[in-house]
T-cell receptor, first 114, second 110 residues
Framework: DSGVTQTPKHLITATGQRVTLRCSPRSGDLSVYWYQQSLDQGLQFLIQYYNGEERAKGNILERFSAQQFPDLHSELNLSSLELGDSALYFC?????????????FGQGTRLTVV | GDSVTQMEGPVTLSEEAFLTINCTYTATGYPSLFWYVQYPGEGLQLLLKATKADDKGSNKGFEATYRKETTSFHLEKGSVQVSDSAVYFCALSGAQKLVFGQGTRLTINP
C-alpha cells in the first residue's frame, strides 16, 4: 500500500459528460502529480500541484483541469469527454516540490468513455 | 528536454533466466534515476533508485547502476521468476516531475 488513495477505481461514462477524479496523497506529502496512461502511449504527465499551487503543466488538454485543496487532496476534472479520453489516470505524491524525488502512486482510476 | 528511452518490449523469458532491460536518458544536470514496476491491475511501485553517478540501486534481486558516462541505468536480475511478470518503467527526476520511459512488458514462462 503506497498510502495514496484514488477514487473511484472504475468509471464508465458517456461522451460529452464531465467527471471528477479524486486523489488523497500520502500523509505529509505536499506534491501531487497526475498522469494519464493509455494502452499505446505509456505514461503522460498532465499536471503537478505543490501545497495548493500549480507547479508544472504537461500535455493536459484544455478540457481537463485540476486543483489541490487546503487539505492537500487533489481533483482532476475531465469535461466534454471523448472516446479517446478512455485511459488509466494515476495520481502520485511526493514530499518535495522543487526537483522531483521519488513519487508514490495510487492504484489509478480506469475511465471508460462509451 | 529531459527524456528516457527504454528497450522495446515485450520481453519473454523462461524462469531462472538472466534479465537485462536497457534504459538510457537525456537530461540537464544530474537527475536521480528510478525503476518502477507495474503488476497487472495495479499502480506503479518504486522498485529501486540511484541518486548520483556510480550509485547502485537494488531491491528484490534487481539491480541497476547509474552510469553517467553512458547515460544509462540498465535493470538486471540474475534469475527471474514467474512473479516478476510485469511492466517495468525507467524514470528520471526532471525539474518538476518524473519523466518516464515507455515501459517494457516482461513475461516469464515457467
Amino acid at each position: 500500500d503506497s498510502g495514496v488513495t484514488q477514487t473511484p477505481k472504475h468509471l464508465i461514462t458517456a461522451t460529452g459528460q464531465r467527471v471528477t477524479l479524486r486523489c488523497s496523497p500520502r500523509s505529509g506529502d505536499l506534491s501531487v502529480y497526475w498522469y494519464q496512461q493509455s494502452l499505446d502511449q505509456g505514461l503522460q504527465f498532465l499536471i503537478q500541484y505543490y501545497n495548493g499551487e500549480e507547479r508544472a503543466k504537461g500535455n493536459i488538454l484544455e478540457r481537463f483541469s485540476a486543483q489541490q485543496f487546503p487539505d492537500l487532496h487533489s481533483e482532476l476534472n475531465l469535461s466534454s469527454l471523448e472516446l479517446g479520453d478512455s485511459a488509466l489516470y494515476f495520481c502520485a505524491s511526493s514530499l518535495a516540490g522543487q526537483g522531483a524525488t521519488e513519487a508514490f502512486f495510487g492504484q489509478g482510476t480506469r475511465l471508460t468513455v462509451v | 528536454g529531459d527524456s528516457v528511452t527504454q528497450m522495446e518490449g515485450p520481453v519473454t523469458l523462461s524462469e531462472e533466466a538472466f534479465l537485462t532491460i536497457n534504459c538510457t536518458y537525456t537530461a540537464t544536470g544530474y537527475p536521480s534515476l528510478f525503476w518502477y514496476v507495474q503488476y497487472p491491475g495495479e499502480g506503479l511501485q518504486l522498485l529501486l533508485k540511484a541518486t548520483k553517478a556510480d550509485d547502485k540501486g537494488s531491491n528484490k534481486g534487481f539491480e541497476a547502476t547509474y552510469r553517467k558516462e553512458t547515460t544509462s541505468f540498465h535493470l538486471e536480475k540474475g534469475s527471474v521468476q514467474v512473479s516478476d511478470s510485469a511492466v517495468y518503467f525507467c524514470a528520471l527526476s526532471g525539474a518538476q516531475k518524473l519523466v518516464f520511459g515507455q515501459g517494457t512488458r516482461l513475461t516469464i514462462n515457467p
